[in-house]
């Protein structure tokens, strides 16, 4: 089971948060730990019994996953890559100012690869696929909508 | 109009980009803004507001739980972008408790059987984030038929949402489970079973023993699936199932092993090796296989990979140390890494491989290692030593002596913080151990002696410990005066008052100690030299004095030779010292501090007459004299009397008696005390030992009032050991006591012999000993008696209580699965039409079924085809069936594993559950 994902900046500023289990915020010094050293923390001070965390570092952010014994540590590392790889299709080389600016296109995809906790897709054509689709029944649900009105 | 002022939520990002300072002002203007917005009738408007509350409650964390009516209108409207915002807004802001919640029942509802993919996404992710037992209950239906959707993604995310729908509604279980397990075999959609598995896997984690009827199941996936995500999640699976069912786990060590050794993927391959070493540990080869695998990812160069090596390393260390002692060097190199993960697991294994020949060394090279590191990974590597060492009272610890000045040595590292537990460790050895006192005194001298140690604050309680302990077994130590003078040095005025009180009782305790022994040399050798006119009379009397309390004396043949040291001068200068040091203290506002000093100074004023008048004799005075002597001697024994561990359990031994109420709600107790109670962590605790002391010196001032000493203060703490025997550690002094008089039984009469046992051994250890000549602690020599209590010696591990909640989920599973159907009154119509449905094309499902699953299984491995044209057979059968024949299905899967059977064993056995399973049964619920 997934818990919680966030993204932040070097500054610390969340720029995404998303909690599969209701959790009290938290706030751990990432930036603290050296660059070249392991991306997984124990987290169960934070996050209760059987918690870690994985971050891993793009530029000026942080992308975090906090997970439990259910999950591999590898497989969730491989998974930020996912997500990441999909935000970069989908703004085309995506910065953090993206990221920003576009909050509720982040959850949406965060959704397609995480529901509810659990990992329910693992590739970013597919991720990218569901987004198109749904982006076509926005266009002819508001196509159809000016013309009923 | 409104909208057309309104400000988006890019404006609102963009304004809080550009402001520098005063962010939470602008947040507050824009949360007005929403707050008038959020009212409007117009549907964009108000969504627009609500996407920007959402915004805000996600980055800057203000409160949203106003909002959660505007948030249930925005999802009833029909445009997908407000309806989406809606949804965010809920999955983001809603919990179980929000009260509007059952509000979106419906919504969700229609929502689910909506036409449209994407909106049936929305509320299936919203269940998932949200579903409470009311939610869970009303939307089951709507799932279960989603679960059968032709559309993949719908399909997915409702297979996803119901391990929500099993947690919060255990009896969903009874609808959903059937349809759940036939997903798991439709391989041609990989993300369905990927979902499938995922469910499992967290339903697994909790109650293993459930699922192990579809072990069959999971084993074909484990063979078949090229999806490494799938294969992990399997392998989880595995490592549930494989302790319950030690068949199971031969029958799958060797395709782990085998993909073990093909995979190019880290993370399937680590999770092989994880399986192996938690639940194959028994399979030797395998095991060998998986160390290999180990070594690879040791050397690697990503530093995640040496990371999880370690971590593996840890795994397998309790069951095959030789894994960990292989890469010995890799281990201890690792402590120096600069990443702190690998440091602390490499701690870890540094300690499992600690064992009774070791330990001296392993703990020399981390002490050095500590002294190195940094104040954080320092203290790790103390708080480690510390734990390993004392685990199961000191297990490891052959040579005391060394370890207490460890300890010592410990204390004096510069980022030692570890000052309560090292102070705990040091009063228990002092407690448990005997033979080791004479070391502990010496550490603890030494601690008190070094005046810059006072300034450090983590180290108090060490130093209060040391306290103690010289205070305790001053009869150890070499020159008591000396420690009087580090007792009273001037720098305690930084130490805390509690610490300063413990000081103060050592003290004492010492000074009653030096007058003793001086009084006891003076009136035995020399008596001239304290110039007493009739020393005849007084050396008899005290004498006698000692005869009578003879057996309370001092701890049995352990005086050493600190008589030497005390001389008439050095009586002067220690009460000279006592006046100026602990004089102004009488006046301290901490009631410890001043009860204290003031004991003594009492004490003092009462002998120093005495003894400077025996300075100048005066033949009518010697009678007061051996009063004084009789008043030393009194409090000489009252402090020998040995204090022993109590139990952590002996308070619950207290019977209540008859008529004492005992305060049911201790809340108003927390109110008085405040945060001043201590937690107590220790087994044995500091505090109770210090009661005793407490009781002690309370009654010594009221002997001092009476101003007139007597015998009672040795019989009274005896009355005390009487009663309270039970509490008192059994020591060869007070045994025949308690056998002479016992009102309540004494504590190792409790106990079975093995205490009785220790206590000869004690007492045949001490006879040996003394014969024996002192040994330098390096030298091998037999491990000391560690007193031990049978109980109460570790604190009680609160056993894990199952959450009911689970607990009815695998009862309904294993209903499910082992077709016991409960009663259906909870059930919704559907699902209790469903369930009787069921029962009658159901097959009785039993542990012998299992077995004959596993026995497929072999069959299935042998002839990997078959289960293929099975189910190409089984589904063309399904199309050639009702399309709504659910309830036959559960029999025409066990019909499968029939057919296993019959391949491999025909003629044996004939099934006549057979028939009944093929009865086709229209269902109900579609």
């Not at chain 1, 995506?94 to 965060?110: A, M, Q, R």
């Amino acid at each position: 089971m997934i818990k919680a994902v966030m993204v932040m900046n070097t500054q610390g500023k969340p720029r995404l948060t998303k909690f599969y289990e209701f959790l009290d915020f938290w706030c751990v010094v990432l930036c603290s730990r050296a660059e070249n050293v392991s991306n997984f923390m124990e987290a169960d001070s934070i996050f209760g019994p059987d918690s870690r965390l994985v971050y891993k570092h793009y530029a000026t952010l942080y992308f975090v996953f906090v997970f439990d014994s259910s999950e591999n540590e590898l497989a969730m590392l491989d998974l930020i890559q996912v997500f990441v790889e999909t935000l970069d299709k989908c703004f085309r080389n995506v910065c953090e100012l993206d990221i920003v600016f576009n909050y509720s296109k982040l959850h949406t995809i965060l959704d397609e690869i995480i529901f509810g906790g659990q990992v329910l897709e693992t590739s970013s054509a597919e991720v990218m696929k569901a987004r198109i689709s749904l982006k076509l029944y926005r266009i002819s649900y508001q196509n159809s909508f000016w013309l009923e009105e | 109009m409104d909208s057309l002022f309104q400000r988006s939520l890019d404006d609102i990002i963009k304004g809080l980009r550009h402001q520098q300072a005063g962010e939470s002002a602008f947040v507050s203007k824009v949360l007005e803004e929403v707050r008038r917005e959020i009212k409007s009738t117009d549907s964009h408007t108000k969504s627009t507001a609500l996407q920007k509350l959402t915004y805000l409650h996600s980055i800057c964390f203000v409160d949203m739980s106003w909002a959660a009516f505007h948030a249930i209108e925005c999802i009833s409207y029909p445009n997908f972008t407000h309806k989406k915002v809606g949804y965010l807004a809920i999955s983001q802001s809603f919990q179980e408790s929000t009260p509007v919640i059952l509000l979106i029942s419906n919504q969700l509802r229609k929502d689910l059987k909506s036409n449209v993919e994407v909106e049936v996404s929305l509320a299936l992710e919203c269940l998932s984030r949200i579903g409470n037992l009311d939610l869970c209950r009303d939307l089951t239906p709507e799932v279960f038929t989603l679960m059968a959707s032709s559309r993949i993604p719908v399909r997915k995310k409702a297979i996803g949402v119901v391990l929500r729908l099993f947690g919060k509604y255990p009896d969903a279980v009874r609808v959903c489970f059937k349809r759940l397990v036939e997903s798991l075999e439709s391989s041609d959609s990989p993300p369905i079973v990927s979902a499938v598995i995922g469910v499992f896997c967290e339903l697994a984690s909790k109650d293993p023993k459930a699922y192990l009827p579809l072990a069959p199941e999971f084993y074909k996936i484990l063979v078949d699936s090229r999806n490494n995500w799938v294969l992990i999640k399997v392998l989880k699976i595995f490592t549930k199932l494989a302790p319950l069912e030690p068949r199971l786990a031969k029958k799958i060590v060797e395709p782990i092993c085998e993909l073990m050794s093909k995979t190019g993927a880290k993370s399937l391959m680590f999770e092989c090796i994880r399986t192996i070493l938690t639940s194959l540990a028994e399979h030797e080869s395998a095991v060998k296989l998986a160390a290999g695998r180990i070594n690879e990812l040791l050397i690697d160069e990503d530093p995640n990979l040496r990371y999880l090596g370690l971590h593996a390393l840890a795994i397998v260390a309790p069951k095959h140390i030789w894994a960990v002692l292989e890469n010995k060097e890799f281990v201890i190199k690792s402590l120096s890494d600069p990443d702190p993960n690998i440091k602390l697991e490499s701690l870890r294994l540094v300690m499992e491989m600690v064992s009774e020949s070791n330990v001296v060394e392993i703990c020399r090279v981390l002490v050095n290692y500590a002294t190195k590191s940094e104040p954080e990974f320092c203290n790790v590597i103390l708080g480690s030593i510390l734990s390993t060492c004392s685990n199961n009272v000191y297990e490891i610890i052959v040579d005391f002596d060394w370890y207490v000045s460890l300890l010592g040595e410990m204390s004096r590292i510069q980022h030692c913080q570890k000052g309560e537990e090292i102070e705990n460790q040091l009063i228990d050895i002092g407690m448990r151990v005997q033979d080791v006192r004479p070391e502990l005194v010496r550490v603890g001298r030494d601690l008190l002696m070094d005046p810059a140690l006072l300034g450090n604050p983590f180290l108090h309680r060490i130093l209060s410990a040391a306290a103690w302990l010289c205070g305790e077994y001053v009869e150890f130590i070499r020159n008591p005066v000396e420690l009087m003078e580090s007792l009273l040095q001037p720098r305690t005025s930084l130490l805390p008052p509690s610490v300063r009180a413990v000081y103060l009782e050592s003290a004492f305790k010492a000074l009653v100690f030096c007058l003793h022994s001086y009084l006891k040399s003076a009136t035995s050798s020399d008596h001239s030299a304290l110039g007493l006119s009739d020393p005849g009379v007084s050396s008899q009397s005290y004498d006698e004095f000692s005869g009578a309390h003879g057996e309370n004396g001092e701890a049995s043949g352990t005086t050493l030779i600190q008589e030497n040291h005390i001389t008439p001068d050095s009586v002067l200068h220690l009460l000279n010292l006592i006046d100026m040091a602990v004089g102004p203290l009488s006046g301290s506002y901490d009631v410890e501090i001043q009860e204290r000093a003031r004991n003594i100074l009492g004490f003092t004023e009462l002998i120093k007459p005495v003894l400077s008048d025996s300075l100048h004799p005066q033949d009518e005075r010697h009678k007061q004299q051996v009063e004084a002597s009789k008043m030393v001697r009194l409090l000489h024994d009252t402090f020998s009397d040995e204090l022993g561990p109590v139990s952590m359990s002996a308070q619950g031994r207290v019977p209540v008696p008859d008529g004492l109420v005992l305060h049911e709600n201790l809340a108003d107790l927390e109110a008085v005390c405040g945060s001043s109670l201590p937690a107590s962590s220790a087994t044995i605790s500091f505090e109770g030992s210090h009661n005793v002391e407490g009781a002690t010196s309370i009654f010594i001032s009221d002997q001092k009032e009476e101003s007139e000493p007597s015998s009672e203060s040795t019989s009274l703490l005896a009355e005390h050991r009487k009663r309270h025997g039970l509490y008192y550690l059994p020591s060869e002094k007070n045994t025949e006591h308690h056998e002479a008089n016992n009102d309540y039984p004494p504590a190792n009469e409790l106990k079975s012999g093995v205490t009785v046992s220790n206590d000869a051994q004690d007492l045949a250890k001490l006879a040996e000993q003394s014969f024996l000549p002192k040994r330098k602690s390096k030298q091998v020599k037999a491990r000391p008696v560690v007193v031990k209590l049978d109980e109460g010696d570790v604190l009680p591990i609160s056993s894990k209580i199952p959450q009911a909640k689970d607990d009815s989920l695998s009862e309904a599973v294993r209903d499910v699965l082992l077709g016991n159907e409960a009663d259906a009154d909870t059930l919704t119509q559907k699902a209790a039409a469903d369930s009787v449905i069921r029962k009658k094309g159901k097959e009785k499902l039993n542990a012998k079924e299992q077995e004959d699953d596993l026995d497929h299984m072999d069959s299935q491995s042998g002839t990997v085809q078959n289960p293929v044209k099975e189910r190409s057979k089984r589904s063309s059968r399904k199309q050639n069936a009702d399309e709504g024949d659910h309830g036959g299905d559960k029999g025409k899967q066990k019909r499968r594993h029939r057919h296993g059977k019959h391949r491999t064993r025909e003629g044996v056995q004939n099934p006549p559950a057979n028939v009944i399973s093929q009865t086709p049964v229209p269902d109900l619920l579609l």
